[in-house]
């Protein structure tokens, strides 16, 4: 949270709105006297401009240690352990506002009885005051936090549909499904049992889109499965021209990912490169740190088709909603690298 306009707004008013309850209080008790009118506004102005800046200080103390405390200590996860120092961060600050105040009103209007009693008073009204501040900021900072969360599932089921749609209409390609469908009929008159081992893991697939279309993640051992079984159809139809190495540690494999994650960059590796037998493609799959790798050599084709799945700009929007971390595309010599953040909570 920043410090804009309207919070400052809101605190001058407030602070003017404050000043005109203590100087009425005082007057009617006859703490102060007050001789004429001008002399109301004189007390009003400068008792409102010293509350607006020490106010305009201490609620930007307080969104410094909130800021700050989002960061080493979030909300909900260690709420219990926040508390204890979210309301000292307080205290501290209305201690130093409210004595810096006390001793700044000394030098304008002098205190007739003991200046400690005026900085231990001011001080205890300053901590209070925070206090109602901080669970101001606090429940406005938790419904904003809820509407972004709001917002940002809307817009992720938004783009969701729309990475639906398109991965659907891939799957349905007919040249897809007519390559594969060739293959599978070569393969039933000539090795039968490959031919099952083809449509099993066709079906897998199949499966597998299905299954995960409606989710925002998935755990990468699922989409390391979903790779495993669309190479092999791949490896079927290309054989010696399809060279794939996959390496990836299996503490990272309950890690999470944006569904079919993988197979927006093995579409994209085939459907932009030559794949031959005197030039084949090659293919790795690794961990590195909290990324998975998927790299390829370049050799692209002389008319490139344009890609109708679910496209890396789609998978860099996705990534967007889940998190700050964001998929990272680069060519290095002859190699396509491509680099996707592994997560570690669900959304």
């Known amino acids: 949270m920043k410090l ?3 919070l400052t707004i809101a605190i001058v008013s407030f602070a003017v709105l404050l000043q005109l309850i203590i100087i009425s209080y005082s007057q009617i008790t006859g703490y102060i006297q007050i001789p004429n009118l001008l002399n109301f506004f004189i007390r009003l102005f400068i008792g409102s401009t010293i509350s607006s800046i020490f106010g305009l200080v201490i ?22 352990t926040r508390i204890p120092f979210e309301l000292l961060l307080a205290t501290i600050a209305g201690i130093i506002v409210g004595t810096s105040a006390t001793l700044f009103s000394e030098l304008l209007f002098h205190y007739y009885d003991s200046l400690f009693k005026h900085i231990v008073n001011n ?14 900021i606090e429940s406005f900072a938790w419904y904003r936090r809820g509407q972004e969360s709001k917002s940002k599932s809307e817009e992720l089921e938004k783009e969701n549909t729309l990475i639906r749609f398109e991965t659907l209409k891939s799957q349905l390609n007919p040249h ?7 293959v599978l009929s070569s393969l039933i008159k000539s090795e039968p049992e490959k031919a099952q081992n083809f449509v099993d893991e066709f079906s897998s697939v ?11 993640v998935v755990e990468f051992k699922e989409e390391l499965e979903y790779a495993r079984s669309f190479l092999f159809l791949q490896k079927i139809r290309f054989g010696e021209a399809l060279i794939v190495e996959i390496n990836v540690d299996a503490s990272k494999l309950h890690l999470l990912v944006p569904p079919l994650a ?3 960059l093995l579409e994209n ?44 700009s789609n998978l860099q929007k996705r990534y967007e909603l889940l998190g700050e971390v964001k998929p990272r595309f680069s060519i290095n010599e002859d190699k396509y690298i491509a680099e996707i953040p592994l997560l570690s909570e669900e959304i």
């Open 4 to 6: 804009n306009k309207y």
């Open 262 to 264: 993988l197979q927006t």
């Open 59 to 80: 609620v930007y103390i307080n969104l410094m240690s909130i800021n700050y405390l989002d960061k080493v200590l979030p909300i909900p996860q260690k709420l219990l």
């Open 206 to 216: 199949y499966r597998y889109t299905l299954d995960v279309i409606e989710k925002p």
């Open 176 to 182: 897809f499904l007519f390559n594969s469908l060739n």
């Open 123 to 136: 001080s205890l009204m300053s901590i209070i005051i925070n206090y109602i501040v901080m669970l101001m």
């Open 269 to 312: 590796a085939f459907k932009h490169n030559r794949v031959s037998s005197n030039s084949p493609l090659q293919i790795k799959i690794y961990d590195k740190e909290n990324l998975i790798v998927v790299q390829n050599n370049l050799q692209l084709k002389l008319n490139s088709v344009e890609s109708k799945g679910i496209g890396l």
